[in-house]
């Protein structure tokens, strides 16, 4: 069992940066792929970025490539999601899961967090 909290979400405007961070519990941690997927008001939940076990391999859906980045820490238990640039059409629920392999389909993760909120103003 793996059990997800996210934080660091909040109110921004255009233009800046925000870092969530997703804490795990559970000593298996490390074994898991993380992933970041997003669900704004209205719309289907869809990928963000995922990290594979150790982080050395990323994977970024093309609106948000060059602008987050995903990394992850195993010593905290704590994978990061470091948002540069933010748009108003970023404002979501962002979700931190875990999974055993980098996908961007959300089915193939099996422990999800609760969400926190990112909204950004124009």
């Known amino acids: 069992q793996v059990q997800l909290v996210e934080s660091g979400g909040g109110l921004v405007q255009a233009g800046v940066s925000l870092r969530l961070s997703c804490a795990a519990s559970g000593r298996t941690f490390s074994s898991y792929a993380m992933g970041w997927f997003r669900q704004a008001p209205g719309k289907e939940r869809e990928f963000v970025a995922a990290?594979?076990?150790?982080?050395?391999?990323?994977h970024y859906a093309d609106s948000v490539k060059g602008r987050f980045t995903m990394s992850r820490d195993n010593a905290k238990n704590t994978v990061y999601l470091e948002m540069n640039s933010l748009k108003p059409e970023d404002t979501a629920v962002y979700y931190c899961?875990?999974?055993?392999?980098?996908?961007?389909?959300?089915?193939?993760?099996?422990?999800w967090g609760q969400g926190t909120q990112v909204t950004v103003s124009s």
């Open positions: 899961a875990a999974g055993q392999v980098v996908a961007d389909s959300g089915r193939l993760y099996e422990y």
């Open positions: 990290i594979n076990w150790s982080g050395d391999s990323t």
